[in-house]
């Protein structure tokens, strides 16, 4: 196991290079960029998220290179160029990026009077809330659930369950977001809930105990929103696996020797059952604290790190692309890693040496 880590940990830098250097490639050839904004803003036209201008000045582009520049003074787009460090060639970029990221040194936002890694430790917490506490709910309910169809397979409590978490499934998140605002935040029925941030204005005069009915209270619809389709996947694995460890010979033999169904299943076939399981929680808690919270932070004005990176690339403020691309990538990394330490915790005849 000691040199199985020794090279996962060598190949978290190469791959973190690998990832930087294709989006790097991808964004220089991305229509439109800050210089372009600027220039918008600066005779007063409308851009949108292809860096595409529109309003008369936009009509009489006379300069190849950034389309709306007529009547703009070159000295201006020579500083705008310098301020926004594309002055120097893209290879020289590109490689004091990667020196200054291996320093966790991302840069200062374009459009925003802070650096980066201050953004992100910003947002950070908001979409650790929603990751951690919706992973958690969905492993609390999916995998006893999973048992439970395993053990019942083919009752009408398995097929009644069966429709219900892929009908949630099916539903797009966003839509099921709408629903909970419309019906229990004020929308059109019930104000039980709160729809924005995730905490009240008076949160810092509550006590303790408030403060946390408080958290809870505006993190409610985010979470339930963001979990419901999360429970199909992972209550059918576990299902499936359980139903192959149950069907195997040392099962039989367990049961022969008279311990209890208990015994059976939580002693002998869980731990093998729940190889698999486990196996997918690294894609799952990325899932939940990036890519599935984006829609339910932009739905529920949360201001996490999905949002962040989010209005980045319609803005194109380059640093924080590539400081949050660059979190996300270690953060999946290094989840992957302690899923497969887990394996071995779990199970200690899997031997990743060999």
Do not use: C
Request: charged share 15%; glycine share 8%; hydrophobic share 50%.
């Amino acid at each position: 196991m000691r040199n199985y880590l020794f090279k996962r940990l060598l190949l978290i830098p190469l791959t973190l290079i690998g990832i930087m250097t294709v989006n790097f490639v991808i964004i220089q050839f991305a229509p439109g960029g800050p210089i372009e904004h600027t220039l918008a803003k600066y005779q007063g036209m409308n851009v949108d998220n292809k860096g595409q201008f529109s309003g008369s000045a936009a009509m009489n582009n006379a300069n190849p290179q950034y389309q709306g520049a007529r009547g703009v003074p070159e000295d201006m787009i020579k500083e705008l160029e310098k301020q926004f460090g594309f002055d120097k060639p893209a290879h020289v970029r590109f490689f004091k990026m990667l020196a200054d990221y291996a320093k966790f040194d991302f840069g200062k936002s374009f459009y925003q009077d802070k650096n980066v890694w201050q953004l992100i430790q910003e947002r950070m917490p908001v979409s650790i809330s929603l990751g951690l506490w919706s992973t958690l709910i969905i492993y609390l309910v999916a995998i006893p659930l999973g048992i439970k169809k395993a053990v019942r397979d083919g009752s009408t409590f398995d097929v009644a369950t069966s429709f219900a978490v892929i009908f949630g499934s099916a539903i797009p998140v966003f839509l099921f977001a709408v629903f909970l605002i419309v019906f229990f935040a004020g929308g059109t029925y019930f104000q039980w809930f709160p729809l924005h941030g995730l905490t009240s204005d008076n949160w810092d005069t509550l006590p303790w105990w408030g403060k946390i009915l408080d958290y809870f209270h505006h993190i409610t619809l985010p979470v339930i929103a963001i979990t419901i389709g999360g429970f199909a996947s992972l209550t059918m694995l576990t299902k499936n696996s359980f139903l192959d460890e149950i069907n195997k010979p040392y099962v039989l033999t367990a049961r022969a020797k008279g311990l209890n169904e208990n015994q059976v299943l939580y002693k002998h076939v869980f731990r093998n059952a729940m190889l698999i399981v486990i196996a997918g929680f690294p894609s799952l808690l990325i899932k939940m604290l990036f890519t599935g919270s984006l829609l339910i932070e932009v739905i529920f004005s949360l201001n996490g790190i999905g949002l962040l990176g989010y209005e980045a690339i319609m803005t194109r403020d380059y640093p924080v692309i590539f400081g949050t691309m660059y979190i996300f990538a270690l953060l999946g990394l290094v989840l992957k890693l302690l899923s497969d330490i887990t394996y071995t915790l779990i199970d200690p005849r899997i031997n990743f040496d060999a």
